[in-house]
């Protein structure tokens, strides 16, 4: 399984989080960098991939790490690079705890294993995690920590396009349309270091204009699942009102009858 932090804007190695932590653990990911600024990580002893001149959003970078033929292994999974980690208590299991050398690989390991059964498999946000205490969870939202079984997603034609934001809910709700399973693994969380509209990553292209516009053009692709919402914020994206959206998982996998998941006999 190929392990890529794409990565723009945040050169510097005190703001790479997920590398961080990653490399700590003896993990050598692939840091994924644009063209424009590859020069700026050549810090970084482990493998560094440079995007083609074209690509300098994080939507077209995750089409190209599924589709282009320079990946050859089967399954990938994309980390965001401002993360931290935890794994959740055993005498506690509302409760997270700081991990122990070796979790990390161990992780990723299981994130491999549920690849060859589920084509989409995330671990929990820690937004809420102290809510939800099952071993998984199926067909719900998954973000910042996202793996696929990438020769799935190549053959049935899956993509992130035409989506500018948002491009992984369009490929969690194509995947579960088809009848498959998304699949959290909730052993483990994460949650942004520096917020979600920290300086760099996609906070130096996303506006409120763009922001609205993939909120509606997510809901036309994917009706009734997605609905357009207005919701306001005390800190996320600097507080205020913004356009974006609410989407039914689980009736969107009921749109397809065919198909079960293991996690459900």
């Given at each position: 399984?190929d392990?890529?932090?794409?990565?723009?804007?945040?050169?510097?190695?005190?703001?790479q989080?997920?590398?961080?932590?990653?490399?700590?653990?003896?993990?050598?990911?692939?840091?994924?960098?644009?063209?424009?600024?590859?020069e700026?990580y050549?810090?970084?002893?482990?493998?560094?991939?440079?995007?083609?001149?074209e690509?300098?959003?994080?939507?077209?970078?995750?089409d190209?790490?599924?589709?282009?033929?320079?990946?050859?292994?089967?399954?990938?999974?994309?980390?965001d690079d401002d993360?931290?980690?935890?794994?959740?208590?055993?005498?506690d299991?509302?409760?997270f705890?700081?991990l122990?050398?070796?979790?990390?690989?161990?992780?990723?390991a299981?994130?491999e294993g549920?690849l060859?059964?589920?084509?989409?498999?995330?671990?929990?946000?820690?937004?809420?995690?102290?809510?939800?205490?099952?071993?998984?969870?199926?067909?719900?939202?998954?973000?910042?920590?996202l793996?696929?079984?990438?020769?799935?997603?190549r053959?049935?034609r899956?993509?992130f396009?035409?989506?500018?934001?948002?491009?992984d809910?369009h490929?969690?709700?194509?995947?579960l349309?088809?009848?498959?399973?998304v699949?959290?693994?909730?052993?483990?969380?994460?949650?942004?270091?520096?917020?979600?509209?920290a300086?760099?990553?996609c906070?130096?292209?996303?506006?409120?204009?763009?922001?609205?516009?993939?909120?509606?053009?997510?809901?036309?692709?994917?009706?009734?699942?997605?609905k357009v919402?207005?919701?306001?914020?005390?800190?996320?994206?600097?507080?205020?009102t913004?356009?974006?959206?609410?989407?039914?998982w689980?009736?969107?996998?009921?749109?397809?009858?065919?198909?079960?998941?293991?996690?459900?006999?």
């Amino acid at each position: 399984m190929d392990v890529v932090i794409p990565t723009y804007g945040r050169p510097q190695q005190s703001r790479q989080h997920t590398l961080n932590a990653l490399v700590a653990d003896g993990v050598l990911p692939v840091l994924v960098v644009q063209h424009r600024e590859h020069e700026q990580y050549r810090w970084y002893t482990g493998p560094v991939h440079v995007l083609p001149p074209e690509i300098k959003t994080v939507a077209p970078t995750r089409d190209y790490l599924i589709h282009s033929p320079v990946w050859k292994e089967r399954s990938v999974v994309m980390l965001d690079d401002d993360l931290h980690f935890f794994a959740r208590r055993v005498d506690d299991p509302t409760k997270f705890r700081a991990l122990v050398p070796g979790e990390l690989g161990r992780m990723l390991a299981q994130i491999e294993g549920m690849l060859s059964i589920h084509p989409h498999v995330g671990i929990a946000p820690r937004e809420g995690g102290n809510r939800n205490t099952q071993p998984f969870m199926v067909n719900t939202r998954i973000m910042r920590v996202l793996g696929y079984d990438r020769d799935y997603l190549r053959q049935q034609r899956i993509t992130f396009a035409p989506m500018p934001v948002m491009e992984d809910f369009h490929v969690s709700l194509q995947l579960l349309k088809a009848g498959r399973d998304v699949v959290v693994l909730n052993s483990w969380c994460n949650n942004q270091a520096e917020g979600s509209d920290a300086a760099g990553g996609c906070s130096t292209y996303r506006t409120p204009a763009l922001q609205a516009d993939a909120a509606h053009l997510l809901a036309g692709l994917h009706a009734p699942y997605v609905k357009v919402v207005e919701k306001e914020t005390k800190t996320a994206w600097g507080g205020g009102t913004r356009t974006d959206v609410t989407i039914q998982w689980k009736k969107a996998r009921n749109h397809a009858q065919s198909g079960t998941s293991v996690l459900d006999k």
